[in-house]
């Protein structure tokens, strides 16, 4: 199967601009013969959206919005992991999201980020309480936003509960507060590959310029891509052996 990471600068939004550009992605991707499309944290969005406005006005998902995203999956035949800001139909909360859309153009599953630090940008944010794989087209993945990844105890959970990849929306730089090597101990304690989308831009508060995303795989990463240049980053796995046909990304700049 193909791999599409969308290594975007997104945080700023609007969503307008956003969803644009996740559109001509996602044709781009297909048309190079992805399978699955993964995008950052509040790719829809932006992460810094909540700062940008005196009324928050977040949606259940999928919005009416999303349409023509979903039927271009649809059409497509792709699997989407789309991060996105939601709110919940009954309690009304607000959550940090990675949504799945599948081949039919309809939700299969979502993940509710379950650490945030709620301040800033973050403000906003109710944090999940549950982690259950999403069954996808070829693999059942465990989803993780950002810091939920820094937990070895949640990549174990998913993968005690039949995850086959971990699957990583990120925004998240390196330096003091960064990553380090959290994913490479979700790959060491599972076992699994670990896919992270993260995304590019120089923000006043966050510099996300040497934001990495990353394919990880037997506790290693194999290869990492960073920089200002957006690109949808291209890669192959072999489902049968468990590991990846490509040394490093095919990186096709937008």
Not at 226 to 240: H, I, P, R
Request: aromatic letters at 8%.
């Amino acid at each position: 199967m193909r791999l599409a990471l969308l290594h975007f600068n997104l945080s700023s939004g609007p969503q307008e601009a956003n969803l644009a550009l996740l559109q001509q992605a996602v044709v781009l991707a297909a048309e190079e013969g992805a399978n699955w499309i993964i995008t950052p944290e509040m790719a829809l969005q932006g992460y810094f959206f909540a700062e940008k406005t005196e009324t928050l006005n977040i949606a259940v998902q999928p919005e009416q919005s999303l349409a023509p995203v979903s039927r271009l999956i649809a059409r497509r035949r792709l699997t989407l992991f789309l991060g996105c800001a939601e709110q919940d139909a009954g309690t009304g909360k607000y959550y940090n999201s990675c949504l799945v859309i599948g081949p039919e153009g309809s939700v299969l599953g979502r993940h509710r980020k379950t650490r945030s630090h709620k301040m800033g940008p973050e403000a906003w944010v109710t944090e999940g309480d549950k982690l259950e794989p999403v069954s996808c087209p070829g693999m059942k993945a465990g989803i993780m936003v950002c810091a939920d990844s820094w937990f070895v105890d949640k990549a174990r959970a998913l993968k005690d509960k039949g995850a086959e990849v971990l699957v990583v929306s990120a925004a998240w730089p390196p330096g003091e507060h960064g990553p380090g090597d959290c994913w490479e101990r979700c790959s060491q304690a599972t076992g699994l590959p670990v896919w992270v989308c993260n995304q590019t831009g120089n923000q006043e508060k966050l510099d996300l310029s040497q934001a990495q995303s990353v394919v990880v795989a037997g506790g290693k990463t194999l290869f990492s891509y960073s920089g200002l240049q957006q690109a949808v980053l291209l890669f192959d796995w072999d489902n049968d052996r468990k590991s990846t046909m490509s040394t490093q990304f095919t990186v096709i700049a937008v």
